[in-house]
């Protein structure tokens, strides 16, 4: 196959993600959706769901060195479907690419991977457990105990990961509402990980542990033609509990919400649109364009009323699908430590 030719199949679904985040507020018709009430299979559901159109297996860390340096890493593994089912060899619709990131106080690295499914570039084993691209690998004997390495031109880690509480379910048991209209995900997490290793730099390696947040999501449709963004908080405090909450921009200026408070021993509470609330305190220029750094965010019922500033206000995934994503620290009612992602800041 001619290499340009090549190219432009494997950019296809990128320039619908530049678009709509992989055609998110597209229409999903002959892909399957999320329904209300979902029952989950482990470690079946660990692994892909290639009649749903965008899947991803998403790690965030939050990070520090012997000397007290903090550091932020990145490693996302997503998966977009050209159509619904999997096919061998190159009849397959499945598109994999990968972002692998590392946030240090002054420097963000960033880094990017894609391929073609059916051909074993990339893929997801759910028993036992293992994402790949290439040689980036996240794997293990099982979904609690993992391995992941990951290099790119200028940086790279090796990292142990080790799971210290339950499984997370996200909205409703798992099933993620994302708008007024319906659109929805399954969407559970894996935010009680122990972590350990080292990043390579070019200043050299360093030994870092930590704790990490392993998000998995998938859907066909989750968000509404009208929205054109989002902004993602997972918040880890000091005393053990943790908190994810996000919202989508509409185009109207309204937000939609969700939020999700984690107990220290794993016990869940959802919370509704409207019962969380970010709202901007400042913006830093960023790659030519304005993006809020530092936070207000409440969740009133729990008493959160924190400020949440970036570790690194540079911290620009600047690849083909671009956005703000970087390590946070919060003060006020709770303090702690956690991860920003930031979409549509165009």
């Known amino acids: 196959m001619n290499a340009k030719v090549l190219a432009v199949l494997l950019l296809l679904p ?16 002959g892909f399957a959706t999320p329904q209300p009430d979902p029952i989950f299979t482990f470690p079946t ?11 991803w ?37 499945q598109i994999w690419f990968a972002h692998a990131a590392i946030t240090t ?31 980036w690998v996240l794997q ?52 009680f990980f122990q972590i350990e290793g080292t990043l390579r730099l070019p200043t050299g390696d360093v030994a870092v542990t930590g704790e990490a947040w392993l998000d998995r999501e998938w859907s066909s449709q989750p968000l509404s033609e009208t929205q054109s963004g989002w902004d993602w908080f ?31 021993d794993g016990t869940t509470t959802p919370y509704p649109d409207g019962a969380f609330a970010a709202a901007p305190l400042a913006v830093s220029d960023v790659a030519g364009r304005e993006v809020p750094t530092e936070w207000r965010v409440r969740l009133p019922d729990r008493g959160v009323d924190v400020t949440v500033k970036a570790l690194n206000s540079q911290a620009w995934m600047g690849l083909t699908i671009p956005y703000w994503e970087g390590p946070i620290a919060t003060s006020g009612s709770h303090t702690g430590r956690g991860y920003l992602e930031m979409t549509g800041y165009e």
């Open 45 to 55: 559901d660990h692994g892909a769901h290639p009649d749903y159109r965008i899947e």
């Open 140 to 191: 293990g004997p099982d979904f609690d105990t993992l391995r992941l390495a990951a290099n790119g031109p200028d940086f790279g880690y090796d990292m142990a990961l080790d799971a210290q509480g339950p499984l997370i379910f996200q909205g409703e048991n798992g099933f993620s509402l994302k708008s007024a209209e319906g659109q929805a995900s399954y969407y559970y997490s894996q935010p």
């Open 234 to 264: 997972s918040l880890s405090f000091d005393d053990g509990t943790k908190m994810m909450g996000f919202q989508l921009r509409q185009s109207d200026g309204s937000l939609y919400t969700s939020s999700t408070w984690i107990a220290a």
């Open 57 to 93: 297996w998403y790690l965030t860390a939050n990070l520090e060195a012997a000397d007290g340096t903090p550091y932020g890493l990145q490693w996302t593994l997503f998966r977009s479907a050209l159509a619904p089912g999997e096919k061998t060899g190159w009849q397959s619709p």
């Open 105 to 135: 106080p002054d420097r963000h690295f960033a880094t990017e991977r894609f391929a073609r499914g059916g051909i074993g570039q990339a893929g997801v084993v759910a028993d036992p457990f293992r994402a790949w691209i290439d040689e």
């Open 14 to 29: 990128v320039a619908a993600v530049a678009q709509g985040f992989s055609g998110l507020g597209s229409d999903a018709e």
